[in-house]
């Protein structure tokens, strides 16, 4: 969640972090309990403030002597919402699978590793990060709770008495205060109404006999797709923001891309649901593949569902394990308009609508689903930024589209599936006129 390094350009001057966000706007922010201690991570110091000590024996308790910590995130819709209105609330739903993955990712370096615990409920969440204290607050914007994960080398053992670690923050004593953001605010009463419509009621815990065992690898063993596990890697992730309209992409490289997107392996065995979320490709320069639309699902199941409600005049030839060409032909045109007329989706290799399982999935599990399955879609994309940064090219999400048009293109209709996040990949060109420090000073020294 820290900073990866600082731009400038003339007289300006801007971070970056490892985890992206939509318009570089980062309305992620992150807390670690841990030691009893609730503290808040300050990206620009890399250090944590202390918000509140419970008692350390109920602490101890939760942990029941196993070995980890915490870590939550929050959502501050407002630091979207001021520059892209009601598309704020999707956004930062997106940039919480993201950080998820990114956290997922950073745990794998220290052969940790992460899952959420589901649990808590919103409202035991903005208790225990202190997030409903308005007497904190004051008149700074308001923080939503997201999700609560485990942190340790092992965990698949059930944390102890919830309710008892609630009971001590709230009555914990709290120190520091928010900020205010803004002096003035533009009002998207929709951004309000989605959010108490998917206020998370908290779940059952799994018993332990029936939680997947988890993946712990130690470090570099590279259980993200193929690439080894670099703090380096990590630290050069960024977003192109042009590609060069050429350079072409093996097949096998394109192909363990994909592979490392598998439900079953890290960073996805952070989350409790299985997969919702498959790729409908628009692919461009991929060697040995003809450019053309292709989907690429994640679960074998849902070829046979897609083909029943998308274009009857698809071909679903079968291309490789889950890929499958639907229409030879040249998409950058029509790529780069369902984007939004953005060059990124049709100069690259390839660009992709991640395309979820929404109506039956809100049906059967409950309208707090919709905000997991943007999660989702910004894990996939996280993968993506770390799968391109190792195959020496580079990524962007793409937030901006048309989601009307993207299912009319495939034939899509009602709200069974619906497009939550466009990506794309291809060899960047670089702007040379913006100049790159590390993001501490710390590491200007180390290196
Ligand atoms: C959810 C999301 C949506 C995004 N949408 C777009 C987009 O539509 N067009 C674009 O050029 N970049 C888009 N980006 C890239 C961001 O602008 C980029 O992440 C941000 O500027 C931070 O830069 P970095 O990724 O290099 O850290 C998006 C990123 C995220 C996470």
């Not at 001057?13 to 985890?19: G, K, Q, S, Y």
Request: charged content about 25%.
């Amino acid at each position: 969640m820290g900073l990866s390094a600082w731009k400038a350009y003339r007289e300006t001057r801007w971070a970056l972090r490892v985890n992206p966000s939509s318009g570089n706007l980062h309305p992620t922010e992150a807390y670690i309990v841990h030691d009893g201690r609730i503290l808040h991570y300050a990206p620009r110091e890399h250090a944590v403030e202390e918000r509140a000590v419970m008692s350390f024996d109920r602490w101890q308790a939760f942990l029941g002597g196993q070995e980890g910590f915490l870590v939550a995130l929050t959502s501050i819709h407002w630091r979207e919402a001021w520059k892209y209105g009601e598309r704020a609330f999707r956004y930062c739903q997106h940039d919480v699978g993201h950080a998820i993955a990114a956290l997922r990712v950073s745990a794998a370096l220290f052969g940790w590793t992460l899952r959420l615990l589901p649990e808590w409920s919103d409202d035991d969440l903005s208790t225990l990060l202190g997030v409903d204290r308005d007497e904190d607050r004051g008149d700074a914007e308001a923080e939503h709770p997201e999700c609560l994960a485990l942190v340790g080398p092992s965990v698949s053992w059930n944390p102890g008495d919830r309710a008892s670690v609630v009971a001590a923050a709230r009555s914990a004593t709290w120190l520091g205060r928010a900020n205010v953001l803004s002096r003035g605010h533009d009002q998207w009463e929709i951004i309000e109404r989605v959010t108490k419509a998917t206020h998370y009621p908290g779940q059952l815990p799994t018993p332990n006999s029936q939680r997947p065992t988890l993946n712990v690898e130690p470090l570099g063993v590279g259980p993200f797709g193929n690439w080894e596990l670099r703090r380096e890697l990590i630290l050069q992730r960024r977003s192109a923001v042009a590609f060069d309209g050429r350079t072409t992409l093996p097949r096998e490289r394109f192909l363990s891309m994909l592979s490392a997107l598998d439900p079953g392996a890290p960073p996805f065995d952070a989350i409790d649901w299985p997969p919702h979320v498959h790729l409908a490709l628009f692919v461009h320069r991929v060697d040995g593949l003809v450019p053309g639309v292709y989907a690429y699902v994640r679960e074998s199941g849902v070829v046979d569902e897609w083909r029943a409600v998308m274009r009857p005049e698809f071909l679903w030839e079968p291309v490789a394990d889950g890929l499958f060409l639907l229409l030879p032909t040249d998409v950058r045109w029509a790529a780069n308009r369902l984007s939004c007329d953005q060059e990124i989706a049709s100069d690259g290799f390839f660009s992709l609508g991640m395309i979820a399982r929404l109506e039956s999935a809100l049906r059967e599990r409950g309208q707090w689903f919709y905000r997991r399955l943007f999660w989702e879609c910004g894990m996939i994309g996280q993968v993506l930024y770390l799968e391109a940064e190792a195959a020496g090219s580079r990524a962007t999400g793409i937030g901006c589209f048309y989601d009307d048009a993207v299912h009319e293109l495939l034939g899509l209709s009602g709200r069974a599936w619906h497009s939550l996040y466009h990506f794309s990949m291809g060899k960047p060109v670089d702007d040379f006129r913006l100049t790159t420090e590390p993001g501490y000073i710390w590491e200007v020294s180390a290196t």
